[in-house]
């Protein structure tokens, strides 16, 4: 036997190998074990069955393990109860084809795979038959898998399953119905009886844009909230009367958004705007009070120009600290009087002055009888 291949004490006692044993007892090193576990090579029977020209088209395995494969064999031959069996392939060439081999079971394996199965259709979670069987979910759902794929048994997850049941019982018209005409997922999901989760795998499986589905709901149900509203007042409000309540305030901020503005959806949909009905003293005392503001303003804009006009080309700041305006309605009148043409822009960037049409020509005339 060669020294360090099989340090397990039950081995040694025993002093034969049976292809049931792991192959945890030949003592690979980790890398090496993790790659035959990977590639189903689990048992000493899987491990001494393949040929050294199949060991050698694996991935990550060099010549020098392969010399240490063939060592491992010899001591495996020499030690094992069976008679041996001849390989069941051998490389022809070095650019043969991958070998279509499958491991071969043991009884043993297949009574525990059987078992997963049977637990799994007993209690219907990968989790529940990991905590029986002290695994993890991954690990009993890779041997479920291994037991389909060598035709012991064939096997669905529940939720699959299940989602094969909600297939049969929604169709994917009666889906787009329900989203574009509920509020939100949640309540499809408590119409139809089903989770999110199940309903998102239904939306991707029927392939339904949920954007577009989502923004044709929203239309509609302002639409839906805006004819109930006309039909509770009995005429098409004004946006002053909608912001009376909270209820007709979401209705306008909603058309708003959705829309624009509120003109547009009444373009759309051929709706007149209305008339504001003022009692006739208050729309006399409205009038004055806008001609007061008016007049207020006039004499503001007249003694923003005389400033210009006497001083010659000014900043705003310096325009306002003059006048004693704020520097915004101060900048509001300039800008007015600029397009009106009765002032003009002289600079450029943070040096902009305002001043006259008339003092932009003495400026240039300055300068050329400077020169």
Avoid at 54 to 76: M, P, Q, S
Avoid at 195 to 204: A, E, F, G, N, V
Wanted: glycine share 6%; aromatic share 10%; hydrophobic share 35%.
């Amino acid at each position: 036997m060669i020294k360090g291949i099989f340090p397990n004490e039950k081995i040694l006692t025993r002093g034969r190998l049976h292809d049931d044993d792991s192959i945890d007892v030949l003592n690979f090193p980790t890398r090496v074990l993790n790659t035959l576990v990977m590639h189903d090579y689990e048992t000493v029977g899987h491990f001494y069955r393949v040929s050294m020209a199949d060991l050698g088209r694996i991935r990550n395995i060099g010549t020098k393990t392969l010399k240490y494969f063939g060592e491992v064999k010899a001591a495996i031959k020499e030690h094992r109860k069976e008679p041996d069996l001849p390989p069941l392939e051998t490389a022809k060439s070095k650019e043969a084809k991958p070998s279509s081999f499958v491991p071969y079971l043991t009884e043993t394996e297949k009574e525990r795979m059987k078992l997963v199965k049977r637990l799994y259709d007993e209690y219907g979670t990968l989790e529940k038959v990991g905590s029986l069987l002290r695994l993890s979910r991954e690990r009993v759902r890779q041997i479920l898998n291994k037991g389909q794929k060598y035709g012991l048994f064939t096997y669905q997850l529940t939720r699959d399953r299940k989602f094969d049941e909600v297939l049969n019982k929604i169709d994917g018209e009666r889906l787009r119905v329900l989203l574009s005409t509920t509020k939100n997922q949640f309540d499809v999901c408590s119409n139809l009886g089903i989770d999110i989760s199940t309903l998102q795998r239904l939306i991707k499986y029927y392939n339904i844009d949920l954007v577009s589905y989502k923004q044709d709901a929203r239309y509609k149900r302002y639409l839906v909230e805006y004819s109930e509203m006309v039909r509770v007042l009995g005429y098409h409000p004004s946006t002053t009367i909608m912001q009376r309540r909270k209820e007709w305030r979401k209705i306008w901020a909603g058309i708003v958004r959705l829309w624009g503005s509120f003109d547009r959806f009444r373009a759309e949909f051929g709706i007149e705007k209305p008339k504001h009905s003022m009692h006739p003293n208050t729309l006399k005392a409205w009038q004055r009070a806008k001609e007061r503001r008016m007049a207020h303003k006039k004499e503001k804009v007249e003694n923003v120009y005389k400033i210009i006009a006497e001083h010659g080309p000014l900043t705003c700041k310096k325009i306002s600290y003059l006048a004693g305006y704020s520097d915004q309605i101060v900048y509001q009148y300039v800008k007015d009087m600029v397009k009106k043409n009765k002032i003009k822009k002289l600079g450029k960037g943070n040096r902009i002055k305002y001043g006259l049409n008339i003092q932009k020509n003495y400026i240039k005339q300055s300068k050329n009888y400077a020169h």
